[in-house]
């Protein structure tokens, strides 16, 4: 059984960062690709980021020098850091992971909890 969550939500004001962790647990090979998401009051669920299993990143137009995404294998974690970070950021924000789970190629895919991200004036 795989599972992630989430940590390292929280308010901060406006122009400073926030890192958001999401951890997977379980019998897990390798992390192979993943994504943040938002979802904010009245808007569609938006893709921030992404980075696929060969390491090349991609970023919603509107965060592009400002958020990272990354990983760390030994600690089966990927996070999103984001500095700048401005107020119509304020969303929840979900990590969406894939992980080999076993050398056959089986992989499963899952969601985080969901994280509060709010940016305050």
């Known amino acids: ?61 509107s965060v592009k020098g400002r958020f990272t995404i990354s990983k760390d294998d030994a600690k089966k974690t990927v996070y999103l850091q984001m500095n700048g970070l401005k107020r119509d950021e304020t969303a929840v924000y979900y990590c969406a992971v894939e992980v080999l789970i076993d050398l056959d190629g089986t992989t499963w895919y899952g969601w985080g909890q969901g994280t509060q991200v709010t940016v305050s004036s």
Request: with cysteine.
């Open 1 to 61: 059984q795989v599972q992630l969550m989430q940590s390292g939500g929280g308010v901060v004001q406006a122009g400073g960062s926030l890192r958001l962790s999401c951890a997977a647990s379980g019998h897990i090979l390798r992390i192979n690709e993943f994504e943040w998401y938002r979802e904010s009051p009245g808007k569609q669920r938006e893709l921030v980021a992404a980075r696929t299993r060969n390491g090349e990143t991609d970023y919603a137009d």
